[in-house]
């Protein structure tokens, strides 16, 4: 009879434990779906979402993802470099030495120069560059997995970089032509992430401004005259107004990285927004777009993230 008896306690132990494992299953689930619910129906351009990072984001009319508002940072790079147990595995010196502006035009310079380093001063809240394409899905992947751990983000949330298309509703371009990116390159003329007047004025963003001309400025290479934004090469995110939907650097200060192929030979990738070294107006249209290989890193060269699945279309 004691048998018995302890064979039915443990069997309702087990029905017990069951039970308690489905209601924390269920109570899982429904913290994953507020959360989602607050992305979605509280997030706005006046009161971002922000994850553990700092990192800022905030939704976009007609795209399903949440933008961050700035630019990847080098203290959100660092975190990611830093954390040798979780990053997959990735190493600054496993990819291609970085391209450096000096005087003598662009040129890889040795293991010297890096995300740490571009060869001009940076603070932690300057963009990161000298990254690749390849660098920045590392970072996102790294930081899908880390917040999906610590229970920031669900199984349905990600950290990507953004698409084209998405980037470009983000600058606030209307439908574009083209089967790819190079088909639609420059199609929009005169519009640029500040409106639509040659040259930007004043306060417009991060370009190559008479500031620029100094030690290491190739000497036959022309600032835009009359321009001064007092940026010689990245200024601090948020430095400049941000867009309609609370975005900042759309237009200058350094080059973002898309999820795209450039064109059907898929050799190159995606690149929008200008940078801190332009002076002409094409490739400051809101519809131009950059592009290079996903292995190079460049000085004038970062990214900015989106989170998938934290904002309606």
């Not at 933008?67 to 660092?78: L, P």
């Not at 059907?264 to 990738?269: A, G, H, I, N, S």
Request: one cysteine or more; hydrophobic letters at 35%; a positive charge.
């Amino acid at each position: 009879m004691a048998r018995v008896g302890q064979a039915r306690r443990q069997q309702r132990h087990r029905k017990l434990r069951k039970r308690l494992a489905w209601a924390g299953g269920l109570l899982a689930l429904v913290a994953v779906c507020l959360g989602t619910w607050y992305w979605w129906g509280l997030a706005s351009r006046d009161h971002p979402w922000e994850n553990s990072l700092g990192m800022k984001f905030v939704p976009v009319a007609g795209t399903a993802v949440l933008f961050r508002v700035w630019d990847v940072r080098v203290r959100d790079f660092r975190a990611f470099a830093q954390d040798r147990a979780g990053n997959g595995g990735w190493e600054y010196q496993k990819g291609s030495q970085p391209f450096i502006l000096k005087s003598d035009d662009w040129k890889p310079r040795g293991w010297e120069y890096g995300w740490n380093d571009p060869g001009f001063a940076q603070s932690d809240e300057h963009p990161v560059v000298c990254v690749s394409w390849e660098d920045a899905q590392a970072f996102c992947a790294w930081l899908t997995r880390k917040e999906r751990v610590e229970g920031r983000i669900g199984a349905g949330q990600c950290y990507r970089l953004p698409t084209d298309a998405e980037w470009s509703v983000a600058v606030g371009l209307p439908a574009e032509s083209g089967a790819t990116p190079r088909e639609k390159s420059g199609k929009v003329k005169g519009v640029y992430p500040w409106g639509s007047g040659w040259p930007p004025p004043s306060g417009a963003g991060n370009c190559a401004g008479i500031e620029a001309r100094d030690r290491d400025w190739p000497a036959d290479w022309n600032p835009l005259e009359g321009y001064r934004d007092a940026y010689a090469r990245t200024s601090p995110v948020g430095s400049f107004k941000a867009n309609q939907y609370g975005l900042y650097d759309m237009g200058g200060n350094v080059w973002q990285w898309c999820e795209d192929w450039y064109d059907t030979d898929q050799k190159y990738r995606v690149l929008r927004g200008a940078s801190w070294i332009n002076v002409n107006p094409d490739p400051l249209l809101s519809s131009d777009r950059g592009n290079n290989t996903p292995n190079i890193r460049i000085s004038n060269i970062g990214f900015r993230c989106v989170l998938e699945g934290g904002s309606p279309p």
